[in-house]
């Protein structure tokens, strides 16, 4: 299986504080030519412990991650920032600074900034609208290449063993194509799965994790985003 979406950058980080009811923020990099325009949707991060444990996928709650369709974007004067006008307003406050180390020999610093996350892509990957059973991607021999996909909404199986958005399982059968019979190449072996790769991905809305790797070596999962996902990512 393989999947070649168009090139985005997944994130980004925050260039100033944002504070609750602000519907503008400021982030890091010129992405105007990287998918991120207007109509996408992106999240940005908490940097805030909150009162809130029990975040639920339906976000009628208080958990601070938040999701926004953005309005416009635009490039701040310096040439490195981009300002975003959000759809809608900021329910909490996201940092967006450095702070100094204090007694650091040569000023070095902590960056407190949240993260800013792309949700689209142009390939999307998604189940019906029924709650708790989504669409998943099984890999359980050869090769799966991901490439700036979207996986979401619907995407997983709540409490069904295996049934993951993205899933790697045990692939222990050589890859062998195109009449090959056999290979001394360590990468044509099941496991060996440096071939294939998961990459700026975009995952939310799963009820049953995000990517789940099983019995492979080698295998890049890299620069991904995921939200919103039942269980750990």
Avoid at 169 to 183: A, C, D, Q
Avoid at 212 to 230: D, K, Q, S, T
Wanted: a neutral charge.
């Amino acid at each position: 299986l393989t999947f070649y979406g168009q090139p985005v950058e997944p994130w980004s980080l925050l260039h100033a504080t944002a504070n609750a009811g602000d519907n503008i923020i400021y982030v890091q990099g010129d992405l105007r030519n990287k998918g991120w325009v207007a109509d996408a949707y992106i999240l940005v991060s908490s940097t805030g412990y909150g009162t809130e444990k029990n975040c639920r996928m339906d976000r009628k709650d208080k958990c601070q991650t938040e999701k926004f369709q953005i309005q416009s974007v635009s490039i701040e004067p310096s040439g490195n920032v981009m300002k975003i006008t959000l759809k809608s307003n900021l329910l909490y406050k996201h940092l967006g600074e450095s702070v100094t180390i204090p007694g650091a020999l040569n000023g070095e610093t902590v960056e407190r900034r949240a993260t800013v996350g792309l949700l689209d892509r142009n390939i999307n990957v998604k189940g019906t609208e029924v709650d708790a059973f989504g669409a998943h991607t099984m890999m359980l021999s050869g090769q799966m290449v991901l490439d700036y996909v979207e996986f979401g909404p619907f995407v997983g199986q709540a409490f069904q063993l295996g049934r993951y958005a993205v899933h790697f399982h045990t692939p222990n059968e050589p890859i062998f194509k195109n009449g090959l019979k056999e290979s001394d190449d360590p990468r044509m072996q099941g496991s060996h799965q440096q071939l294939s790769r998961v990459r700026g991905c975009a995952i939310h809305g799963s009820f049953n994790r995000a990517v789940a790797v099983h019995g492979c070596h080698f295998l890049p999962v890299e620069r991904n985003v995921a939200y919103n996902i039942m269980g750990h990512a």
